[in-house]
């Protein structure tokens, strides 16, 4: 295989930009398929830590890098949706996800969200002895006891360190999702309606927002946790507010 991809043909989702050189590097074997981004292209172009590969490899070969709660060393590794970068020594931890357009982008995150990551349930079968296997969407399998508890389309909550399923949430009318592919991409929204099509085609979901909202296909949704609209500081903005109205009330009860 070679080292080597034509910016032109890259997939939409990398944060590259097209035309200012002809080449950046090729992803290598790993989660995420086609979509998942090589490592270099994150530390390079995007987070400027490394100005060249050289540099990408001294700095992974200090276990600097860290993705979903393991050390890192190969700078081809693919890095996509809902994944984990932690820079443990710089006390940077980074959510990875997609954007208007599609394009994926580093959210920044405190060091408690860095402990567990996202995934989608892509499939679920059985498997010898009996257990239930799920697959992520980035190619990861856990096994669960409980068969009726889980189904495809819905999203979990992993810890890093141990596999353990934290959170559980279910793709149904209500629940919030963000839009991971298609003219959407980015957005979020709760899910109105799941309208289910008969035969193969796939199913279509209609995503209400406070203005408006989107139709889109249901592969192209993951169910996230309220916390995620508050990764970019409106949370804590939010809880400090809260925080402030509280100590208001509790000093107008001393008066």
Same mark, same amino acid.
């Given at each position: 295989?070679?080292?080597?991809?034509?910016?032109?043909?890259?997939?939409?989702?990398?944060?590259?930009?097209?035309?200012?050189?002809?080449?950046?590097?090729?992803?290598?074997?790993?989660?995420?398929?086609?979509?998942?981004?090589?490592?270099?292209?994150?530390?390079?172009?995007?987070?400027?830590?490394?100005?060249?590969?050289?540099?990408?490899?001294?700095?992974?070969?200090?276990?600097?890098?860290?993705?979903?709660?393991?050390?890192?060393?190969?700078?081809?590794?693919?890095?996509?949706?809902?994944?984990?970068?932690?820079?443990?020594?710089?006390?940077?931890?980074?959510?990875?996800?997609?954007?208007?357009?599609?394009?994926?982008?580093?959210?920044?995150?405190?060091?408690?969200?860095?402990?567990?990551?996202?995934?989608?349930?892509?499939?679920?079968?059985?498997?010898?002895?009996? /257990?239930?296997?799920? =697959?992520?969407? +980035? *190619?990861?399998?856990?096994?669960?006891? @409980?068969? %009726? &508890?889980?189904? !495809?389309?819905?999203?979990?909550?992993?810890?890093?360190?141990?596999?353990?399923?934290?959170?559980?949430?279910?793709?149904?009318?209500?629940?919030?999702?963000?839009?991971?592919?298609?003219?959407?991409?980015?957005?979020?929204?709760?899910?109105?309606?799941?309208?289910?099509?008969?035969?193969?085609?796939?199913?279509?979901?209609?995503?209400?927002?406070?203005?408006?909202?989107?139709?889109?296909?249901?592969?192209?949704?993951?169910?996230? /946790?309220?916390?995620? =609209?508050?990764? +970019? *500081?409106?949370?804590?903005?939010?809880? @400090?507010? %809260? &925080?402030?109205? !509280?100590?208001?009330?509790?000093?107008?009860?001393?008066?």
């Amino acid at each position: 295989m070679s080292d080597h991809q034509k910016r032109l043909s890259v997939p939409k989702s990398w944060p590259v930009e097209r035309k200012e050189e002809t080449f950046t590097v090729t992803a290598g074997a790993g989660p995420h398929g086609e979509d998942g981004v090589p490592l270099l292209i994150v530390l390079r172009d995007v987070l400027g830590y490394a100005d060249s590969r050289k540099e990408a490899r001294y700095a992974l070969n200090q276990d600097n890098v860290v993705i979903n709660g393991t050390p890192v060393n190969d700078e081809e590794r693919p890095v996509g949706m809902f994944d984990i970068v932690a820079f443990d020594e710089r006390e940077e931890y980074y959510r990875v996800f997609p954007d208007e357009g599609g394009r994926l982008t580093l959210t920044p995150i405190d060091a408690d969200a860095a402990g567990s990551k996202l995934g989608r349930i892509d499939e679920k079968r059985h498997v010898p002895g009996g /257990d239930v296997q799920l =697959t992520l969407h +980035d *190619g990861q399998t856990l096994l669960v006891e @409980d068969e %009726d &508890a889980y189904a !495809a389309g819905d999203s979990l909550v992993v810890d890093n360190e141990t596999d353990e399923v934290v959170a559980h949430f279910v793709s149904e009318e209500g629940a919030l999702v963000t839009a991971v592919a298609g003219a959407h991409a980015g957005e979020i929204g709760t899910i109105e309606e799941i309208q289910v099509t008969p035969g193969s085609s796939p199913n279509n979901v209609l995503v209400e927002q406070d203005a408006g909202g989107f139709e889109t296909v249901e592969e192209y949704i993951v169910v996230i /946790d309220e916390n995620f =609209t508050s990764d +970019d *500081g409106a949370g804590t903005e939010e809880a @400090d507010a %809260d &925080a402030d109205t !509280a100590e208001e009330t509790e000093q107008e009860g001393d008066e």
